[in-house]
């Protein structure tokens, strides 16, 4: 049982190249979650999904797009890199029942260190 | 606006007890979660509070005033491995998690 797995590790973008964020879960869980977290702030939602085939903005969109075509697999495409994009980025999963109001913890990947420069 | 604040950083010995607080500000409210972070690494979960009172959970308990908005976590029998930051996140009205700038703790031997 892996978890959350996140690739790459590291990277370095130019600015205006695009990359793809890869995330995987193996839990079966049926919401994900990216996040990015800037030194000495709070994770900040970029997009999150509730399930296959649906996608929702968070609080920091702009610049980035998300996709979920299978329930284990949740990429995030950045398109036109800027140095305001240099971040660690999470991705992130969990359990929930919103119709039940049943909420449970969000399990989190190791993370991507990007730098664009 | 939708806000959390805990402290920056805060220092404890080694054996002690810390406590570390946290108020928070939501368009309405879920629960109120704690996680520990060590530096270079994920986020992992530590404890969930939805009603009011204290949960404990081994060397860790985290305690919730929903009128006072208000939140704390406990460490006791403090270990240089508890050396991390601690982020406090709060549910709001969309199932979203507002998230806390984080508490970096230190642990003096």
């Known amino acids: 049982n892996a978890g959350v797995t996140q690739t790459p590790k590291f990277r370095i973008l130019k600015i205006g190249q695009s990359m793809t964020l890869q995330c995987t879960q193996d839990?079966?869980?049926?919401?994900m979650y990216w996040y990015r977290q800037d030194p000495g702030m709070g994770l900040k939602l970029i997009y999150y999904s509730v399930g296959a085939g649906i996608t929702d903005k968070g609080e920091v969109p702009n610049g980035y797009n998300v996709s979920r075509s299978t329930t284990e697999d949740f990429p995030l495409r950045l398109e036109l890199a800027a140095p305001s994009q240099t971040s660690v980025y999470f991705c992130?999963?969990?359990?929930?029942?919103?119709?039940?109001?049943?909420?449970?913890?969000?399990?989190f990947g190791p993370g991507t260190r990007l730098t664009v420069t | 606006g939708q806000n959390i604040d805990q402290p920056t950083e805060m220092t404890a010995t080694e054996g002690a007890i810390v406590q570390i607080n946290c108020t928070y500000q939501?368009?309405?409210?879920?629960?109120l979660f704690w996680y520990q972070q060590h530096a270079g690494e994920a986020p992992t979960f530590l404890s969930y509070n939805v009603l009011d009172g204290l949960e404990e959970k081994g060397r860790f308990s985290s305690f919730l005033s929903r009128s006072k908005g208000y939140s704390y976590l406990l460490l006791k029998e403090l270990q240089m491995k508890d050396s991390a930051s601690y982020l406090c996140a709060a549910m709001d009205s969309n199932y979203q998690l507002i998230w806390g700038a984080g508490t970096k703790l230190i642990i003096k031997p």
């Open positions: 992130a999963s969990s359990y929930s029942r919103e119709s039940s109001g049943v909420f449970y913890e969000q399990y």
């Open positions: 939501t368009s309405g409210f879920n629960g």
């Open positions: 839990m079966n869980h049926n919401y």
